[in-house]
T-cell receptor, first 113, second 112 residues
């Protein structure tokens, strides 16, 4: 019974390609997040959606576009991939308050060649 | 500008002893703090949290201490077990921000 799932787990692609990462949660949470963990291990928030509405956008390049078809899904689409996009991307969900813990997916390791 | 810092990238402790992981923050608006544990190839999992109205929160072997004046929190694990070997992240949030700021993590190794 996976609470937050992401696909794919690994993604290797060439520079300039467009790729998507899918995320689904079955916890009934209203809020979902995308985080990026770079090579220095910083875990930084990128986006947050609450009930399909964007509430956080942390100055991420507009090549990154989150899409939330419903509150259980938050997909991440990346256009024109660059070498610096290589990282582990984590999806998370939570109650939406700053006082609720967030539940993370297993991560997607993206490698751009 | 790193608002949440974990200055020890790694820590080794003997099984049965106490592990103390430290975290410092700079933003006085933070009022909720969490610790997450992460195993390789998995996402972080929530461990324990503390609100700024408290200075201590305990859950089994895990205790988090908060010193607001020093802007410092620590996680104590007693007794440490080999299964505790993981990377530990502290995170902080402020009222109405809807987001956490994470530290860079401390890798704990508990030696059997």
């Amino acid at each position: 019974d996976t609470a937050v799932s992401q696909t794919p787990k690994y993604l290797v692609t060439q520079m300039g390609n467009d790729k998507s990462i899918k995320c689904e949660q079955n916890l009934g949470h209203d809020t979902m997040y995308w985080y990026k963990q770079d090579s220095k291990k910083f875990l930084k928030i990128m986006f947050s959606y609450n009930n399909k509405e964007l509430i956080i956008n942390e100055t991420v390049p507009n090549r990154f576009s989150p899409k939330s078809p419903d509150k259980a899904h938050l997909n991440l689409h990346i256009n024109s991939l660059e070498l610096g996009d290589s990282a582990v991307y984590f999806c998370a969900s939570g109650g939406g308050s700053s006082y609720n813990e967030q539940f993370f997916g297993p991560g997607t390791r993206l490698t751009v060649l | 500008d790193q608002q949440v810092k974990q200055n020890s990238p790694s820590l080794s402790v003997q099984e049965g002893r106490i592990s103390i992981l430290n975290c410092d923050y700079t933003n006085s608006m933070f009022d909720y703090f969490l610790w997450y544990k992460k195993y390789p190839a998995e996402g972080p999992t929530f461990l324990i949290s503390i609100s700024s109205i408290k200075d201590k929160n305990e859950d089994g072997r895990f205790t988090v201490f908060l010193n607001k004046s020093a802007k410092h929190l620590s996680l104590h694990i007693v007794p440490s077990q080999p299964g505790d070997s993981a990377v530990y992240f502290c995170a902080a949030s402020g009222t109405g921000t809807y987001k956490y700021i994470f530290g860079t993590g401390t890798r704990l190794k508990v030696l059997a």
